[in-house]
């Protein structure tokens, strides 16, 4: 069965400093990889989407990129963190089924920028 | 471009009461529907989906939805909620614009449901 994992579970760091968040998925091949910022009532943001190694769709421009490794390997990055990069980060993965793609969602990473 | 609007941000419920949360989508083409949900400290997951066929769909755990193209709606329901039914509620489409599928997914609905 497929599972995706994601680390940190929850993160606090400073104005200014970097950040790595790290997605990995198994069980499956050559998925489409998303990444999303949740916020209390607004829902689920597209920030960036993948459709294979070192392809990159960015949705939103902003202070955050993200990069794809290996096949089953999404990391969001950004150099300086900014107070309003503060928020609920989740991964999903998506492939093709019957269909359409259906999205399975990671545990999600809580970041806090003091 | 397509989206999404879930119109009850938050619903409080006591148990036995009915559900019923709306959601409106725009896009004029093929569309695939979800609803999801996300309880209190666990993953988002799906709850029940519509590709094609019988607009009436039940997912797990009782819950149903049903499309109604002319409306461009999929709203969830539930005939009778239980107070593990407190959770987030995202409802999503899945489009086809310019080839690939990127879902928009809603603002949530927020439920409560007192014992």
């Known amino acids: 069965s497929q599972t995706i994992h994601q680390w940190p579970a929850t993160l606090v760091q400073p104005v200014g400093s970097p950040l790595s968040l790290e997605c990995t998925v198994e069980?499956?091949?050559?998925?489409?990889l998303y990444w999303y910022r949740q916020a209390a009532g607004r829902g689920l943001q597209l920030l960036f989407y993948?459709?294979?190694?070192?392809?990159i769709s960015s949705e939103v421009p902003q202070n955050l990129s993200a990069s794809r490794p290996q096949d089953r390997q999404f990391i969001l990055s950004s150099k300086k963190l900014l107070l309003s990069d503060s928020g609920f980060y989740l991964c999903a993965w998506s492939v093709w089924l019957a269909g359409t793609y259906e999205q399975y969602f990671g545990p999600g990473t809580r970041l806090t920028v003091t | 471009a397509q989206s999404v609007s879930q119109h009850n941000h938050h619903v409080i419920l006591s148990e036995a009461a009915s559900l019923e949360l709306g959601c409106n989508y725009s896009y004029g083409g093929t569309v695939n529907l979800f609803w999801y949900v996300q309880y209190p400290g666990q993953h988002l997951q799906l709850l029940l989906k519509y590709f094609s066929g019988d607009p009436l769909v039940k997912g797990i755990k009782g819950f149903e939805a049903e499309f109604i193209k002319s409306k461009f709606s999929f709203n969830l329901r539930k005939p009778s909620v239980q107070w593990s039914d407190t959770a987030e509620y995202f409802c999503a489409v899945n489009a086809k614009p310019g080839g690939s599928y990127i879902p928009t997914f809603g603002r949530g609905t927020s439920l409560i449901v007192h014992p």
């Open positions: 069980g499956t091949s050559n998925p489409n």
């Open positions: 993948s459709v294979g190694i070192g392809q």
